[in-house]
């Protein structure tokens, strides 16, 4: 049982590239979200999915965008990479089956340079 | 001011020791309350998830949630190496918004033989 998996766990871009963060969970859960972490700052909701096609904004959702695929997935893309979106990303999911409990993954580094 | 704020430390103790860490929040639509645990590099865990006042005890650790007061904690009895972490705390005003959690700063650990 795999969980929630993240691709890539590392990546370099130059400022204006264009990347998609992938996340797939296979426990069967309703609703996934995307957070980023910095230093100092938590984690912040940048979008989150309550349910297969429906996506909503978060706490910080300038300059992402985000596709629910499937019930398994939901990708992070960023459209021009800026140097302030260097930051740890993480995915995270819960369904009704998981009771109180919201799985994250184990996180992607990226770099903007 | 932040909606949630926790005490970056870093705090360090020696193995045995008790540890006390906290947060405080001011958003009153906050229902349930949660304490992750995040090694290096790795993605936050759950280890204690609590909705009302109170005391809630697994094991070596005891969440305490006081509502009137908006002020949380997390005690870790025995504390061991192995504990050595970061603590970041969460919370979220339940219902449809289950899954959005807002994230103190982190409290980051170091438990010394």
């Known amino acids: 049982n795999a969980g929630v998996t993240q691709t890539p766990k590392f990546q370099v871009l130059k400022t204006g590239q264009s990347m998609t963060l992938q996340c797939a969970q296979d426990?069967?859960?309703?609703?996934m979200y995307w957070y980023r972490q910095d230093p100092g700052m938590g984690l912040r909701l940048i979008y989150y999915s309550a349910s297969e096609g429906t996506t909503d904004k978060g706490e910080v959702p300038n300059g992402y965008n985000v596709s629910r695929l499937n019930k398994r997935e939901f990708s992070l893309r960023l459209e021009s990479a800026a140097p302030s979106q260097t930051s740890v990303y993480f995915c995270?999911?819960?369904?009704?089956?998981?009771?109180?409990?919201?799985?994250f993954g184990e996180g992607s580094w990226l770099t903007v340079v | 001011q932040k909606e949630v704020e926790q005490d970056p430390g870093p705090l360090s103790v020696p193995e045995g020791a008790i540890v006390s860490l906290n947060c405080t929040y001011s958003?009153?639509?906050?229902?349930?309350f949660m304490w992750y645990r995040q090694y290096s590099r790795k993605g936050p865990e759950l280890l204690m998830y609590?909705?009302?006042?109170g005391n809630k005890e697994d094991g070596r650790f005891t969440a305490q949630v006081d509502k009137s007061s908006k002020y949380i904690s997390l005690f870790i009895r025995d504390s061991q190496p192995s504990d050595s972490a970061t603590y970041l705390c969460?919370?979220?005003?339940?219902?449809?918004?289950?899954?959005?959690?807002?994230f103190g700063q982190g409290t980051i650990l170091t438990v010394h033989p």
């Open positions: 609590t909705y009302s006042s």
């Open positions: 426990m069967n859960h309703n609703s």
């Open positions: 995270a999911s819960t369904g009704s089956l998981s009771g109180n409990t919201i799985y």
């Open positions: 958003n009153s639509a906050f229902q349930y």
């Open positions: 969460a919370m979220g005003a339940g219902g449809t918004s289950y899954g959005k959690l807002t």
